[in-house]
């Protein structure tokens, strides 16, 4: 009987509350995959979302709660409560081993949540995307697997992105599978499978079998959806219930959710829309376009409906009132134009061989499905079936993120603002109230932790554990005032730092500081760094003493980094490069291309019609010299605006050398063994240093020209030359 006292009356301290440690809750975190701010219903959407809907309407919304802006960061960051470049994650899973900060693999110095509460007596369960190791081989190496990091049984991927109906690195606890080889997971009958019923049916698994298999034990359940990232595939019946919303293009979407956004009380009336981007009467293919939407909608449908999958088995297993359901997302609404380039058609069969159904697939971008159709790109073919690889794109995203500036990848809001639904009928009884306090992914494991009343470790397996970063969220569940702090960011030299009403922010290694009061002007509209030098100055030494200490620097965009928390240059003032066909610089590697002067010259030991010779950059920002239908052609991207000046007589046969020149007017010219065959004017100097890498003899990831991806030159390359200098 005593054993059984002592039980009863054991209690875990968390913050100002006391729980009993059988009433500690279970936590569910819901995190979603590039969606913006105002896509969900109750952050001002139209998107159907109810399920979500009702946990904001009964429990708590927060509105200032922040990401790290791209996705292996951000799952860094969520997982471990540290800043991600002190996990090592604080690019993507690319390896760069001398850079602490961005070693591309989760280090020996964090914990994640699942470790945490496991120790704590919790059991952990995890569906979905995992996306923070660089080992996505199905024989591993395995140490930074979901199984080696604290969970207990896995459903998901390793990867990050791939199709919904036959995602790649497929992974069953700790063992990779095929979703058409799957014994204990079928689809229902009549229906396909889809990734996202896939986790949403998962979860709803794990939960009912807690009881089970782990009598009288709370349980952590990391739930990430890969919705709504590219490629936009959807069920019919999902994308036929947005048919003709989206007919009306991005402003009045836009303009809708920006009112909704007022009238809910989640920004302040007062704060100007940031700019437009894109015009929708210029538009060439509305149907197409709109049909982009009208899929990453249907997306996060489907999603939806699974997170009330979530909730009825909760009610169900009689756990739902004592759960705290945490709905988040990654980054903002993504700008990135994959496979929207081109026009390709579908055939009437299919034109490749099949894949067998029990073949593991690990190709994140799949060339074809299994029943041997090619994978199809570009306004040739609408978007959403498993045959289609897809970007909603720039306008969409911009839609996406009302009402803020920019997007993924970058620090300014609409890249790092996301809803934040806190639901828990045990404890938060706010009533849909909203919360307004400055709080940041770095504050799940601490809340977490406060909760579940774990001993976050100093140490594990002889290795200096880094302390969490962030605080606890457990007062603002109850209407209190959590702790001023500064917050911090960086990814790809983009930075920021947010103290108070301030922020600090900058675009890009070379981009100057900016500064906004965000109560005031949370849209970043009117820039007051000229006005208050002495904030700027103490704000930016604040953030380099950050980025010291956290691993930020030294980083891979710029080593010469300069003082004050400005990059000094980008670059020197006259670079050259020497390269040879094959060669793939990866974005870290690639040089600084921002109001430079760039020459090419390239010698070519075998012509070819079709392919490209140099390519730096994708989509958004950068330059290729290529040549199609055998005209040598140079194309740039200026904010995702495509300009191409064209030779008009084809290439001379036998052809030694070619090139092409961007003056610092924008004026290019094109030369053929020295001669001068085109030439024109695009707007400028690139002004943003591209986040693709630079090839040789192709153009992966996103397309600078007017190609289909990777455009491969099929002749023979020989000598390249790329000479960047300052005007």
């Known amino acids: 009987m005593k054993t059984i006292s002592i039980l009863f009356v054991a209690i875990v301290l968390i913050g100002s509350q006391t729980v009993r440690a059988a009433e500690r809750p279970n936590i569910v975190v819901v995190l979603t995959d590039d969606v913006g701010f105002s896509d969900i219903g109750c952050y001002g959407g139209e998107i159907h979302t109810p399920n979500l809907d009702s946990l904001a309407a009964t429990g708590l919304r927060f509105t200032e709660f922040y990401n790290t802006s791209r996705c292996c960061p951000s799952r860094a960051t969520l997982l471990t409560g540290m800043y991600a470049h002190q996990a090592g994650v604080g690019h993507m899973t690319e390896l760069h081993p001398d850079l602490d900060g961005y070693v591309g693999d989760l280090n020996n110095h964090c914990v994640t949540i699942a470790q945490v509460l496991q120790s704590a007596g919790y059991a952990t369960y995890m569906v979905g995307k995992w996306h923070v190791t660089k080992f996505t081989d199905p024989i591993g190496p395995k140490y930074n697997w979901p199984l080696q990091r604290g969970f207990q049984r896995l459903y998901g991927i390793i990867n990050g992105a791939d199709s919904y109906f036959d995602p790649g690195t497929l992974t069953r606890d700790n063992t990779m599978i095929s979703a058409f080889a799957d014994p204990l997971y079928k689809p229902p009958a009549g229906e396909p499978y889809y990734f996202t019923n896939a986790i949403g049916d998962h979860a709803s698994k794990f939960i009912h079998e807690h009881k089970q298999l782990n009598p009288g034990k709370p349980f952590f359940l990391y739930c990430a959806f890969t919705a709504a990232h590219y490629p936009m595939q959807a069920l019919p019946r999902d994308i036929e219930k947005y048919k003709g919303v989206y007919d009306v293009g991005y402003e009045v979407i836009r303009q809708a959710r920006f009112a909704r956004e007022k009238q809910m009380g989640l920004i302040d009336p007062k704060w100007d829309l940031s700019p437009q981007w894109g015009d929708w009467e210029k538009v060439k293919n509305k149907e197409w376009e709109a049909r982009c939407m009208q899929v990453y909608a249907a997306d996060l449908d489907c999603m939806d409906q699974n997170v009330g999958k979530i909730v009825e088995t909760l009610k169900a297993e009689n ?37 067998p159904l029990d073949k593991i697939l690990t190709n994140g971008f799949p060339k074809q499905t299994r029943d041997g159709w090619p994978v199809l790109h570009g306004t040739g073919v609408m978007p959403g079936p498993a045959d289609t ?10 839609v996406s993120n009302t009402p803020f500036r920019e997007y993924k990848h970058f620090v300014h809001e609409g890249g790092i603002s996301s809803p934040l639904i806190a639901h828990w009928p045990n404890h938060i009884h706010r009533d849909g109230q909203l919360d307004k306090q400055p709080t940041h992914l770095i504050d799940i494991m601490a809340t977490c932790v406060d909760l579940a009343g774990a001993q976050y470790p100093k140490q594990l397996n002889g290795n200096d554990i880094t302390p969490m970063q962030g605080v606890s969220l457990l007062p603002a569940f109850d209407g209190k005032s959590l702790p001023d702090r500064p917050l911090f960011w960086e990814h790809e030299g983009n930075r920021a730092m947010r103290l108070g009403d301030w922020k600090l922010v900058a675009k890009h290694p070379s981009g100057k500081w900016e500064l906004y009061n965000i109560v005031q002007d949370r849209t970043e509209m009117h820039d007051l760094a000229s006005s208050d030098p002495d904030r700027v100055k103490s704000m930016s030494t604040q953030w380099e003493a950050w980025a010291k200490r956290a691993n930020v620097l030294p980083w891979p965009w710029n080593p010469q980094y300069g003082s004050g928390g400005e990059a000094a240059t980008t670059g020197p003032s006259h670079e050259v490069l020497h390269l040879r066909m094959g060669a793939n610089l990866q974005h870290s590697k690639a040089p600084h291309i921002t109001d430079k002067v760039i020459t090419i010259t390239a010698e070519i030991i075998k012509p070819a019609s079709d392919g490209v010779i140099v390519a730096d950059g994708g989509n958004t920002s950068g330059y290729s010299l290529y040549v199609k239908g055998n005209h040598l052609m140079f194309a740039t991207r200026h904010s995702g605006d495509m300009n191409v000046i064209a030779a008009d007589d084809p290439l001379p046969d036998g052809v ?23 030439s024109g004017k695009v707007p400028g100097l690139l002004t943003e240093d591209p986040m693709d890498g630079l090839q040789v003899g192709k153009d992966l990831a996103g397309t600078v020209g007017d190609y289909q991806g990777p455009f491969t030159f099929k002749g023979e390359i020989g000598n390249v030359t790329v000479e960047m200098s300052s005007p």
């Open 319 to 355: 756990q739902f009132d004592n759960t705290l359901i945490l709905y988040l997302q990654d980054n903002g609404g993504n700008l990135e134009a994959t496979g929207r380039q081109g026009n390709t058609k579908r055939a009437d069969h299919p034109t490749l061989p099949t894949i």
């Open 389 to 398: 690889y897809i970007a909603y794109g720039q306008s969409w995203a911009n």
């Open 656 to 678: 030694k050398e070619v090139g092409a020149t961007l003056a610092k007017d924008g004026s290019v010219t094109i030369t053929a063994d020295g001669k001068t065959v085109a």
